[in-house]
C-alpha cells in the first residue's frame, strides 16, 4: 500500500469528480513497467483485477480505478494527493515507518518524478561533470520536497531544494553512490524526454554512466 499512496502523490490522483460524483483513484505514466506495477499493487491491497486503460490529452498511458471504499481508504493517510494543495503531504505511517516503506516511497518519486543529469553528456571536463551532474526531482510542493530532503538525509543523503524551480538535487560522490545502493531506479524504468542525450535508456544506466564520467567507481 506505501507504493500505491506514493505513486498517488507522484504521479498519480485521488479524486471524486463534481461531475458526476465518481470515486476515482489513478495513475498516470509513459513507463509500461510502473503501469504494470502499479496494477499489481491494486490487485494486492484492493483486490481489483481490471482498471479503465486510456491515455490523456498529451498521449500518456493512464489506468482508473472507480471505487469508494479505495477512495476513502486512501484518504486516510493525507488530506489530499493533489501537490497544488498545501495541505498535501506525505504521510506520518511513512515518515515516522519502516525504512522499507521510506525507501518504496523515495524509490517511487525518484521512477516518478527524477532523473540524472550529465553534464554536456560527459563531454566536459571531469571537474566540471562533478560539479554539474546529479540527480533530481520535482515538486511544486515545497512541503513534500522538505519531506522528501529530510528522508534521504535518514539515508546518508544530502539534497538541495531548489524553490526557484522546485527541484531536489542530489550531486557530490558520497551522496550519488548512497542514492545507487540505497535508493536506486527501479529496473527498466527509461528517461523519457529528460535529456537529449538520455531519451529511452534506462535511468539506472544513467546513474551508472553519471558515475562513471565523474571518476567514481
Same mark, same amino acid.
Given at each position: 500500500?506505501?507504493?500505491?499512496?506514493?505513486?498517488?502523490?507522484?504521479?498519480?490522483?485521488?479524486?471524486?469528480?463534481?461531475?458526476?460524483?465518481?470515486? &476515482?483513484?489513478?495513475?498516470?505514466?509513459?513507463?509500461?513497467?510502473?503501469?504494470? *506495477?502499479?496494477?499489481?499493487?491494486?490487485?494486492?491491497?484492493?483486490?481489483?483485477?481490471?482498471?479503465?486503460?486510456?491515455?490523456?490529452?498529451?498521449?500518456?498511458?493512464?489506468?482508473?480505478?472507480?471505487?469508494?471504499?479505495?477512495?476513502?481508504?486512501?484518504?486516510?493517510?493525507?488530506?489530499? %494527493?493533489?501537490?497544488?494543495?498545501?495541505?498535501?503531504?506525505?504521510?506520518?505511517?511513512?515518515?515516522?515507518?519502516?525504512? &522499507? %516503506?521510506? =525507501?518504496?516511497?523515495?524509490?517511487?518519486?525518484?521512477?516518478?518524478?527524477?532523473?540524472?543529469?550529465?553534464?554536456?553528456?560527459?563531454?566536459?571536463?571531469?571537474?566540471?561533470?562533478?560539479?554539474?551532474?546529479? =540527480?533530481?526531482?520535482?515538486?511544486?510542493?515545497?512541503?513534500?520536497?522538505?519531506?522528501?530532503?529530510?528522508?534521504?538525509?535518514?539515508?546518508?543523503?544530502? /539534497?538541495?531544494?531548489?524553490? *526557484?524551480?522546485?527541484?531536489?538535487? =542530489?550531486?557530490?560522490?558520497?551522496?550519488?553512490?548512497?542514492?545507487?545502493?540505497?535508493?536506486?531506479?527501479?529496473?527498466?524504468?527509461?528517461? *523519457?524526454?529528460?535529456?537529449? %542525450?538520455?531519451?529511452?535508456?534506462?535511468?539506472?544506466?544513467?546513474?551508472?554512466?553519471?558515475?562513471?564520467? /565523474?571518476?567514481?567507481?
Amino acid at each position: 500500500k506505501a507504493r500505491i499512496i506514493s505513486h498517488c502523490l507522484f504521479d498519480g490522483s485521488v479524486n471524486l469528480t463534481e461531475s458526476n460524483k465518481m470515486y &476515482e483513484i489513478s495513475y498516470c505514466n509513459k513507463n509500461d513497467v510502473l503501469i504494470n *506495477q502499479f496494477k499489481e499493487d491494486i490487485i494486492n491491497v484492493y483486490g481489483f483485477k481490471k482498471g479503465n486503460e486510456k491515455r490523456n490529452n498529451k498521449g500518456i498511458p493512464v489506468i482508473a480505478y472507480r471505487s469508494k471504499d479505495a477512495y476513502l481508504d486512501l484518504l486516510r493517510y493525507t488530506p489530499t %494527493y493533489s501537490t497544488k494543495n498545501p495541505k498535501c503531504k506525505i504521510p506520518s505511517e511513512i515518515i515516522d515507518g519502516k525504512d &522499507e %516503506y521510506k =525507501i518504496i516511497l523515495l524509490k517511487a518519486f525518484f521512477d516518478d518524478e527524477g532523473w540524472c543529469y550529465i553534464y554536456k553528456g560527459g563531454k566536459s571536463t571531469l571537474s566540471g561533470i562533478r560539479k554539474n551532474s546529479g =540527480i533530481f526531482g520535482a515538486s511544486i510542493s515545497s512541503t513534500i520536497r522538505r519531506q522528501i530532503i529530510s528522508l534521504l538525509k535518514e539515508f546518508g543523503i544530502n /539534497a538541495i531544494d531548489r524553490p *526557484q524551480d522546485g527541484k531536489i538535487m =542530489i550531486r557530490g560522490k558520497i551522496n550519488v553512490i548512497n542514492f545507487m545502493n540505497l535508493i536506486n531506479f527501479t529496473k527498466s524504468v527509461k528517461a *523519457q524526454g529528460d535529456s537529449k %542525450y538520455w531519451n529511452g535508456t534506462e535511468k539506472r544506466e544513467v546513474l551508472n554512466k553519471l558515475i562513471e564520467f /565523474a571518476g567514481w567507481k
